[in-house]
């Protein structure tokens, strides 16, 4: 299979969403806490990384299949810290 450009942004694209959230879960890990986030924000984002990881599962899509299980994960810290900080 040639790989195009439209693949190329795709990974690329999947690679920036997927690590999106990183910045984020460090600072709430070292932090304790993700207090500048509202618990609506991170409940919508966290419902939706659930709700697409299941869409996208069955169509066997690798890509997007680790992007939105990695960016699950680390939603998952943000809301840890968000419903359970440490002060």
């Keep these: 299979r040639?790989?195009?450009?439209?693949?190329?942004f795709g990974v690329l694209g999947s690679i920036?969403?997927?690590?999106?959230?990183?910045p984020q879960?460090?600072?709430?890990y070292r932090s304790k806490n993700s207090d500048g986030l509202t618990l609506g924000f991170i409940a919508m984002w966290w419902t939706?990384?659930?709700s697409m990881t299941?869409?996208?599962?069955?169509?066997?899509?690798?890509i997007l299949i680790?992007?939105?299980?990695v960016n699950l994960i680390?939603?998952?810290i943000i809301a840890r810290y968000k419903l359970w900080p440490i002060r």
């Design 25 to 28: 879960a460090v600072e709430s």
């Design 2 to 8: 040639i790989i195009t450009m439209f693949d190329t």
């Design 66 to 69: 680790a992007n939105y299980i």
């Design 74 to 76: 680390l939603v998952t």
């Design 48 to 50: 939706g990384m659930v």
């Design 54 to 62: 299941i869409y996208i599962v069955p169509k066997g899509d690798m």
């Design 16 to 22: 920036l969403l997927g690590a999106s959230a990183l």
